[in-house]
């Protein structure tokens, strides 16, 4: 236990100096306004360099993410059955489903999964 703790601190104090070793040779020390502003040509641009981002489309993305990692932590409780009670699988389970099944829910219900407003 004391060596966890001593090879626990090396780490931490090794980690701690390099992150300030490094942040202190990244900064310039001689810092030029001219250069420190955004480059301009003088004219205004033909059309905008931004493509317009759909709002929609990123809560669709990140839904689709979130249910995705619910769906890879449900597959191994389909191994975990043989090693484990019945019962307590079959509530452990059945909980994480209902609480997906409610985030569902709500997420309908709000109107995030419609896509045309």
């Known amino acids: 236990m004391n060596l966890m703790m001593i090879v626990s601190m090396i780490l931490v104090i090794v980690t701690t100096v390099i ?3 490094s942040s202190f040779l990244s900064k310039k020390s001689i810092v030029d306004r ?11 641009p033909f059309n905008k360099s931004r493509i317009p981002f759909s709002l929609r489309f990123f809560l669709i993305a990140v839904i689709f993410l979130i249910f995705d990692v619910e769906i890879a932590i449900l597959l191994p409780m389909i191994e975990s059955v043989n090693t484990s009670s019945i019962m307590s699988w079959s509530i452990v389970s059945s909980t994480f489903i209902v609480i997906l099944l409610v ?15």
């Open 34 to 44: 001219e250069k420190a502003s955004p480059f301009e040509c003088g004219f205004d």
């Open 103 to 117: 985030g569902l829910y709500h997420e309908w219900n709000q109107g995030a999964l419609e896509w045309s407003n």
């Open 19 to 21: 992150m300030l070793i």
